[in-house]
């Protein structure tokens, strides 16, 4: 899982090891696992089914310009 990850922030996977570590020595996780159970328990995240829709807004172009082909 850390390779996909580091791939796709651009960093290594022993950055993403160090940030994970991080995150659960602040929540008093020992495992991944219970840093999800937390997530959810705390609101952070919830089931898919209940997450928000995204609106067609936010996939507008940015202002100022961005990358609109014409």
């Not at 580091?6 to 219970?34: C, F």
């Amino acid at each position: 899982m850390r390779p996909y990850v580091a791939s796709h922030l651009s960093i290594s996977p022993t950055t993403v090891k160090t940030h994970i570590s991080s995150i659960l020595a602040k929540i008093g996780a020992r495992a991944r696992v219970q840093a999800v159970v937390f997530a959810y328990e705390t609101g952070l995240v919830g089931p898919p089914w209940q997450q928000p829709r995204p609106r067609e807004s936010d996939f507008s172009d940015p202002p100022g310009g961005g990358f609109r082909s014409t």
